[in-house]
């Protein structure tokens, strides 16, 4: 997918490149792949390092052209993963910049590609729209950590009672997804501090406001997915530990109907042997075998919930 705005703001859409326009592509096909060589001279390497799900986030300078690669969150419940990173590359050329991701995100949804599109907010120039889309990122993140939070506390409540490994297994992917989080946000940290000491870029007041903020929303977004992946390493562990405990508990509490079962068992193989037993020609003596089976379970099962066995 491929669309052409006359400004960053992407209020406009145009049907062929015209001077500084913007050039959004989400999920490119084999054509448009050719099409961003061919007809826009971005080298095929840097195209297929973009679309690379394992990529660094990086910058490049070039004579004729600039790139900053960032990794951006996106959700994906068929993954395995519910939450995982991807690069999105902003190439910057003479007359155009060009935006790549190799899968729909919400940092720049397709359908509605303008960073501030409701308070119709101007971006001024390439390092004002590259400091959103960092700033953008930052709160994409806190948005998917809190809803990883809300996931991993309904997980917690499951484990407390459970003696299965699909709640730890869920658990586990909870804290692969803060994984990638905390890595790709270290990265794009870098980018960022890069981004404030290069001398390509002439950092005027707006966009020094707008690279700090960028940089405090990518540190609180780090330092929460650190906070959250700590808290669930500990947490693992001592659910491990609890499900095993939980397994004892369903193990003791099945050997003591066992030995409850046991005793009118017992009782009742005792008199039922083909032996004389002073109860053959008597009336009541099924009655009072039974009777005193009842009795005997009854007294087994108040001794060990007396122990708190049971």
Same mark, same amino acid.
């Given at each position: 997918m491929l669309k052409m705005f006359k400004t960053f703001g992407g209020y406009i859409e145009i049907p062929q490149v015209e001077k500084d326009c913007w050039i959004n592509v989400s999920a490119p096909t084999q054509e448009e792949i050719a099409r961003l060589s061919d007809e826009f001279n971005i080298p095929p390497d840097i195209v297929q390092d973009i679309l690379d799900a394992d990529e660094r986030p990086r910058v490049e300078f070039d004579d004729e052209w600039q790139l900053v690669i960032l990794r951006v969150p996106i959700t994906s419940p068929d993954n395995g993963v519910p939450y995982f990173t991807v690069p999105l590359g902003i190439f910057i050329a003479p007359g155009f910049t060009v935006t790549i991701c190799s899968v729909p995100n919400e940092v720049l949804p397709f359908e509605q590609p303008s960073l501030y599109r409701e308070n119709r907010q101007q971006v001024s120039d390439v390092l004002n729209f590259i400091l959103k889309l960092f700033l953008r990122s930052s709160n994409t993140y806190l948005r998917y950590l809190k809803q990883i939070?809300?996931?991993?506390?309904?997980? #917690?409540?499951?484990? #407390?009672?459970s003696i299965r490994n699909k709640e730890l297994n869920k658990l586990l992917k909870m804290e692969k997804c803060l994984v990638y989080f905390i890595?790709?946000?270290?990265?794009? #940290?870098?980018?960022?501090?890069?981004?404030?000491?290069?001398?390509k870029y002439n950092i005027n007041e707006i966009n020094g406001d707008l690279l700090e903020d960028a940089i405090i929303e990518n540190k609180q977004a780090l330092d929460m997915a650190q906070i959250y992946s700590d808290i669930q390493s500990g947490m693992m562990d001592a659910f491990?530990?609890?499900?095993?405990?939980n397994l004892n508990v369903v193990m003791k509490q099945l050997t003591m109907i066992s030995i409850v079962l046991m005793i009118p068992t017992l009782i009742a193989s005792l008199y039922g042997m083909n032996v004389p037993n002073h109860f053959e020609n008597v009336n009541w003596a099924f009655p009072a075998v039974i009777g005193i089976s009842g009795t005997m379970s009854f007294l087994g099962v108040l001794l060990f919930r007396r122990r708190k066995w049971f």
């Open positions: 939070n809300q996931q991993t506390n309904l997980i #917690e409540q499951d484990l #407390e009672k890595t790709s946000l270290k990265a794009n #940290e870098l980018i960022l501090v890069k981004l404030r000491s290069s001398r491990a530990s609890v499900i095993s405990n």
